[in-house]
């Protein structure tokens, strides 16, 4: 009687079969693609530490406003009132995600993913200073004095992250003020940086790959994003399979060289690849969810076939085309779809930006009844005039009525005096005879001049007792 083969059972690669957690070592594999991503990664660290300090035009190079919802990119500043900029903006950033993607494939996950840069590059070096590297006798202490340092070295850096972090939303001399003051006077901030602290305490030292494996959903995104041409890391199957362990040689050989049979592969299954990988997958098992295209297991695999004498490549970056049939096709529909949008959401982006004007204002009807019965009878509308200044100098603004005649407009505060870059509003009331209410609203014209020769044109819809005639 056949009996059925049961399938090898599948599981997260951080998960052992019963479900209980696997925890990864990677060993490190010193190459060429490691030394260029430690390259990248500190560059990055640098760059990320150093971003909040730097100044252009008196404004810091980078600062997330929330609260007053102003960002602030390389001297610009944009406000929430920005929609249509902010849009373009966000659809240019998701348009080259699409397009280095499509062209180089996980690249970011691999080189410049703040998760990847920080654990690899940070953590993982503070984890074997203490703990030895895997593969290697651990250090005497290592699960006593040694843990505890460790662990103070995580939440040191950890703290000097979140303090870094939350300089890109209240800037660095608000979080100077802050360091040196009393948490007291700053319980919110005091609470955001200690939330902050063990939340990256949690992340690279707890729960660590399983952020790109189990919580970042751009892998899940891939399958969407690459194609058969894109660049991944893979493995050569074709030349390594079948694979197998190599034989020594006969006596009377060099038995310091080895040898494979002549039907083996070039994949000796020394399982280096599976020992380097920081997220734990087997590459030569395709494809993978989990690959972030770091490159460690071509570092790996590369000082291996150095050892037994085979050229290099066998797991190298490629693509699935080239590695069913020798060769990558770059000029593909997608390569030329994505840079076309690119091109005309930048310049559509760039369009926008030059043409606005060096202030913006808008009218907004006050909350609470239409309108109000006045002296005389006249019909008085409440509205707020919003007034943001985009130049780069002080500007004082005033209101008046363009259109019709038999209304005027009472201002609170008459003028409104902004610094570059600031938004104030001022309360308006839109006072109407009421002979002019024949019929409910009437559009009036709110003109808002400012000292730079700004001009625009409010519309407003007054609203008022239609009149009815004058009384007998």
């Known amino acids: 009687m056949d009996t059925l083969l049961q399938p090898e059972e599948r599981v997260l690669s951080t998960l052992n079969p019963d479900g209980s957690r696997r925890w990864l070592k990677p060993r490190p594999s010193p190459g060429k693609w490691l030394r260029a991503r430690r390259v990248v990664a500190w560059l990055l660290i640098v760059?990320?530490?150093?971003?909040?300090?730097?100044?252009?035009?008196?404004?810091?190079?980078?600062?997330?406003?929330i609260?007053?919802?102003?960002?602030?990119?390389?001297?610009?500043t944009f406000f929430a009132t920005d929609t249509l900029l902010l849009g373009l903006f966000m659809m240019i950033v998701f348009v080259s995600i699409f397009m280095i993607t499509a062209l180089a494939g996980r690249v970011w996950c691999g080189w410049a993913c703040p998760q990847t840069v920080y654990m690899?590059?940070?953590?993982?070096?503070?984890?074997?200073?203490?703990?030895?590297?895997?593969?290697?006798?651990?250090k005497p202490g290592s699960s006593g004095f040694r843990k505890l340092l460790k662990y103070v070295c995580y939440?040191?850096?950890s703290a000097f992250l979140a303090h870094t972090f939350l300089s890109y939303f209240v800037g660095v001399e608000n979080l100077r003020h802050w360091i040196f003051g009393s948490p007291l006077d700053h319980p919110i901030a005091f609470l955001v940086v200690l939330f902050t602290t063990a939340l990256m305490l949690f992340d690279f030292g707890f729960f660590r790959e399983q952020t790109c494996?189990?919580?970042?959903?751009?892998?899940?995104?891939?399958?969407?994003?690459?194609?058969?041409?894109?660049?991944?890391?893979?493995?050569?199957?074709?030349?390594?399979?079948p694979r197998g362990p190599l034989k020594r040689r006969r006596k009377g050989g060099d038995v310091s060289l080895t040898v494979a049979q002549e039907s083996q592969g070039d994949c000796i299954d020394c399982t280096m690849c599976v020992q380097t990988c920081p997220t734990g997958i087997d590459i030569r098992d395709g494809l993978q969810l989990e690959c972030i295209h770091c490159a460690q297991c071509i570092d790996a695999c590369d000082a291996v076939m150095d050892r037994i004498g085979k050229p290099r490549g066998l797991i190298r970056y490629t693509s699935q085309e080239a590695l069913d049939h020798g060769k990558r096709k770059l000029l593909r529909a997608r390569l030329i779809i994505y840079p076309l949008l690119l091109l005309v959401l930048i310049s559509a982006f760039v369009g926008v930006l030059l043409t606005k004007s060096g202030a913006e204002a808008s009218i907004i009807r006050e909350s609470g009844n239409l309108f109000n019965i006045v002296q005389d009878g006249q019909?008085?509308?409440?509205?707020?005039?919003?007034i943001t200044n985009r130049s780069s100098s002080t500007v004082t603004y005033s209101a008046s009525i363009a259109s019709p005649e038999g209304v005027r407009i009472e201002l609170?505060?008459?003028?409104?005096?902004?610094?570059?870059?600031?938004?104030?509003?001022?309360?308006?009331?839109?006072i109407a005879r009421p002979e002019l209410f024949t019929t409910s609203p009437i559009d009036v014209y709110v003109r808002v001049t400012g000292s730079d020769g700004f001009e625009k044109e409010l519309h407003f819809s007054a609203h008022g007792k239609i009149w009815a005639g004058s009384s007998p």
Do not use: H, W
Not at 379 to 386: D, F, L, P
């Open 47 to 65: 760059i990320f530490t150093a971003l909040p300090y730097i100044t252009i035009n008196g404004k810091p190079a980078i600062l997330l406003d």
């Open 67 to 76: 609260l007053a919802r102003e960002f602030t990119f390389f001297g610009k």
């Open 120 to 138: 690899e590059f940070v953590y993982r070096p503070i984890e074997r200073l203490f703990d030895g590297k895997p593969g290697t006798r651990a």
């Open 155 to 157: 939440v040191l850096v």
């Open 213 to 241: 494996i189990v919580a970042c959903p751009y892998g899940r995104f891939q399958s969407v994003m690459l194609d058969r041409s894109s660049l991944i890391v893979g493995y050569d199957r074709n030349r390594g399979e």
């Open 379 to 386: 019909i008085m509308n409440q509205a707020r005039i919003r």
């Open 412 to 430: 609170t505060p008459e003028t409104l005096t902004l610094e570059p870059n600031k938004m104030d509003s001022m309360m308006a009331r839109i």
